[in-house]
């Protein structure tokens, strides 16, 4: 199946620092959906995109539809220790109902 | 609001054997797809059901089946287990009909097959 490409893999960055991660795709998508992920836990749901350009916030996070329609970003602004876990992307094509994942960004934050 | 809710919370089985994975929608979905998360990967595709049958199938053998029942409650099946069939086993609901689709997770099943 196809697999988004998500960059960087992993970051390490100082307490209070911004946060930039994209996602790309070879399909054009019609959604875009970015989740947080704790160890042995599932996938929380951080913000959801329906429209190409479409600028999305929630608290800190801020998220992207890019305007080609394969690829989104996520920022996160000023961030804390408990933003550190694994960033997925998810992206659903026109046609079918299946999302498919990216490969996921590794957050740590030092304090 | 109930999230979405799964059991068992762990599994541990031997090769060869089956299992029967469970999950609770969110309240307010009809739709149920499941998905296999290995170690280190993201979340893959196994199908998805929708009003009592399977409406998209991913990249998976046939020893992996499903099923949703009227209450939109779902399982999932898989025979003749291998040790790659280890994984976190996620299942995410949704609302079919709605012009935006967005998915919710539960908190995953971790199987183990040795």
């Known amino acids: 199946g196809q697999q988004l490409n998500q960059s960087p893999q992993s970051m390490f960055i100082q307490e209070g620092e911004d946060v930039s991660m994209n996602c790309t795709s070879s399909s054009i998508f019609n959604t875009w959906l970015w989740y947080k992920q704790d160890p042995g836990e599932g996938p929380v749901l951080l913000i959801a995109l329906y429209k190409a350009g479409e600028l999305t916030s929630n608290g800190r996070l801020t998220a992207q539809f890019g305007i080609t329609r394969k690829d989104s970003f996520l920022n996160i602004s000023a961030s804390i220790p408990s933003d550190v876990g694994i960033y997925f992307c998810?992206?659903?094509?026109?046609?079918?109902?299946?999302?498919?994942f990216g490969t996921g960004t590794s957050l740590t934050v030092i304090p | 609001d109930a999230g979405v809710t799964q059991s068992p919370t762990h599994l541990i089985k031997t090769r060869g054997q089956q299992v029967t994975l469970r999950c609770s929608p969110k309240s307010g979905h009809d739709t149920v797809s499941w998905y296999q998360q290995a170690l280190g990967q993201g979340p893959q595709f196994i199908f998805q059901y929708y009003e009592e049958e399977e409406r998209q199938r991913g990249n998976f053998p046939d020893r992996f089946s499903g099923h949703q029942f009227p209450n939109y409650s779902s399982e999932l099946n898989v025979n003749a287990l291998l040790l790659g069939d280890s994984a976190l086993y996620l299942c995410?609901?949704?609302?079919?009909?709605?012009?935006?689709?967005?998915?919710?997770f539960g908190p995953g099943t971790r199987l183990t097959v040795l």
């Open positions: 995410a609901s949704s609302s079919t009909g709605l012009l935006t689709d967005t998915q919710y």
């Open positions: 998810a992206g659903q094509g026109y046609t079918g109902n299946q999302f498919y």
